[in-house]
């Protein structure tokens, strides 16, 4: 609202646009919202807590800021905001929490088990295979680098060394790009543009990321190396770049810049310049040691990918939610890598998924609905004895009934029951609660000859009860239809060069809107032969925008644009397809 209200009245081309659009900044009403915005401007947008951020005082916080009990069992919080706590000089320490450490930890522990003496720090550094796999963008589940932005970014800056991965983590992001510094380096990299530097002053501060600046610490360097900053005026610098979103105060560092610059030999267009990226990075510069930190996280888990990646997956699936990507994603990525995944079975399966050999077990935390405690009941009870059959399992691990239905319906009992039809109506017919009837029941019930179900029918069911299918993809069953209709698949656009119209048609898995984007919506849709990148004008969105929301198979008609490796289909039009999934219920990642 601010914003809008400033474009009234400080730029008349936004002023015009809103006219065009219905608004009138000069009507009584508008102006009382002026006013009102006025009064509104500078207060807090929202209350919230910091889940992870701790003030420490030489003194009781309660002796110098009022502390309130929070919504969580032994909390407490400070009614003050991290900007008061700014003004009084008190310590604030926010410690996060990743999940990919958590990952990490647990690909490990899986590798330790099978023998292999491997740790974080023992970790082969600079390790070939890996990079050559980071570079093909090859990097679904990997930390940091397995956004669709990432993976097209990869093979065109083509990272060798650690120190790339640093520069790779820093660079696609909000800072660097609205601050243009993304096309100049890639530029200087792929040697279509010399490196040079403003002077050999700022060569030390520059060499590393060859002449742009993309680090925090790099900016406070060149304030002080070409304008003239103290230390202490520098690290205000930083302080005023994280927030003048909210409070403004650049202004200030804008003269003083380009006054100092234009004093020590500088030309106005390179301080200007500097200026520039410098409200860039108040959106999201990243510091060195924090980037350099993610690469670390980085490396380790695209090694452990490239050589451990049975266990990298498996270690992946027990640590959701986190990341991009959704199960059916991850295990579709583990099988194009020869990892044999073998299916929920209440004979075989853990809680957690596990490895079996050099194949997958998925665990019974996939099945939807079911309880830790119950699956915990299933094991220890297969600990005991072997299952024999459906009773057997009932009286043993103490199942409800809802547990046994779920564990049918996900097709975890087909070791004891047979296909997924057939456990359904053993379990419906199974009654521990009348012990009269057993050993009677069972025989009848085996004479009864019950058809297995249909590809469809099998997917269908799969999606429902764990959100994937180990059976054929959903598109593989109507890749006819599709055919008929002249939408290729995935593999099929590979073969097209640089501006070539296309047309495909994929499950919706990925919608992002970064707020860098101007608007432009990036999808990804999955079909049996791979992932398909989808950038959208607003425009279009706008234009189908339903389709565009709501339709979870997605027909895409555009233009196929190739460049440095990294292949997009720009789209022109949408058809919703969703009817021929008969029901299937699959899911995406939405604008997160």
């Known amino acids: 609202l601010a914003r809008t209200v400033g474009h009234w009245s400080g730029e008349p081309p936004e002023g015009e646009r ?22 509104l401007l500078g ?3 929202h209350l919230s807590q910091h889940v992870g951020g701790f003030v420490v005082s030489e003194h009781p916080l309660h002796t110098l800021v009022p502390v309130e009990n929070a919504a969580m069992a032994d909390r407490t919080i400070i009614q003050w905001d991290k900007d008061d706590l700014e003004t009084m000089k008190l310590l604030k320490v926010d410690v996060l929490a990743l999940g990919m450490l958590t990952c990490i930890r647990k690909a490990l522990d899986l590798v330790r088990a099978r023998g292999r003496d491997l740790s974080l720090a023992t970790i082969p550094a600079e390790d070939p295979d890996t990079y050559a796999m980071i570079r093909r963008g090859d990097v679904i589940g990997v930390f940091q680098v397995e956004s669709r932005a990432q993976m097209a970014m ?20 909000p800072g660097p790009i609205q601050g243009g510094m993304v096309h100049p380096y890639l530029r200087r990299r792929q040697g279509l543009e010399p490196v ?16 742009v600046p993309l680090f925090q610490e790099q900016v406070m360097r060149i304030a002080m190396e070409a304008a003239g900053y103290t230390p202490g005026e520098a690290d205000q610098l930083r302080r005023d770049m994280a927030a003048w979103k909210r409070h403004g105060g650049l202004e200030k560092h804008r003269h003083r810049l380009l006054d100092g610059m234009a004093g020590n030999g500088y030309t106005v267009e390179f301080a200007e310049r500097i200026f520039e990226q410098i409200k860039g990075f108040g959106d999201y510069g990243f510091p060195e040691s924090h980037a350099a930190s993610f690469a670390l996280l980085t490396y380790a888990s695209s090694w452990i990918k490239c050589h451990e990646p049975a ?30 995944v073998r299916p929920v079975d209440v004979r075989h399966s853990h809680w957690d998924c596990t490895l079996e050999g050099d194949a997958l077990r998925l665990g019974m935390r996939m099945v939807n609905g079911l309880r830790e405690d119950a699956a915990a009941r299933i094991v220890a009870a297969r600990a005991q004895a072997p299952l024999r059959d459906l009773d057997d399992l009932l009286h043993r691990a103490a199942l409800d009934r809802g547990s046994l239905d779920r564990l049918a319906e996900a097709a975890a009992l087909r070791g004891l029951a047979g296909h997924r039809h057939r456990a359904r109506w053993l379990s419906a017919g199974t009654e521990k609660q009348l012990p009269l009837f057993a050993g009677h029941a069972g025989a009848a019930e085996d004479r ?16 429902a009860s764990t959100g994937l299918t180990l059976g054929a993809h959903p598109l593989a069953l109507v890749r006819r239809q599709l055919r008929a209709r002249r939408w290729r698949h995935a593999r099929e656009l590979e073969a097209l060069d640089n501006g070539s119209h296309a047309r495909h048609a994929g499950l919706v898995i990925l919608r992002q809107r970064p707020q860098t984007a101007s608007g432009v919506t990036f999808m990804t849709l999955e079909d049996e032969t791979g992932m398909v990148n989808v950038v959208v004008w607003r425009d279009l969105a706008e234009r189908q925008r339903k389709v565009f929301l709501e339709s979870r198979l997605l027909a ?3 233009r196929l644009e190739a460049v440095d490796g990294s292949r997009h289909l720009i789209a022109s039009r949408f058809e919703d397809l969703t009817p021929l999934l008969a029901g299937v219920d699959t899911r995406s990642r939405d604008f997160r």
């Open 154 to 173: 990869l093979p065109r800056l083509k990272p060798e060394t650690f120190y790339d991965l640093v520069v790779e983590v820093a660079i696609v992001r």
């Open 311 to 340: 266990a990298f997956s498996c270690a992946l699936l027990n640590s959701l939610p986190m990341g991009f990507y959704l199960p059916p994603q991850l295990v579709a990525d583990a099988r194009r890598h020869g990892i044999e």
């Open 196 to 211: 040079d530097y403003p002077s050999e002053k700022l060569r030390n501060v520059l060499q590393r990321t060859l002449g």
């Open 448 to 463: 009864i000859a019950i058809p297995p179900p249909s590809a469809f029918e099998d997917t269908r069911a799969d999606y």
């Open 556 to 558: 895409v008609e555009g």
């Open 18 to 39: 809103l006219r065009e659009q219905g608004f009138d900044p000069d009507s009584r009403a508008m102006r009382q919202l002026v006013a009102l915005s006025g009064e």
């Open 43 to 45: 207060k807090p947008r």
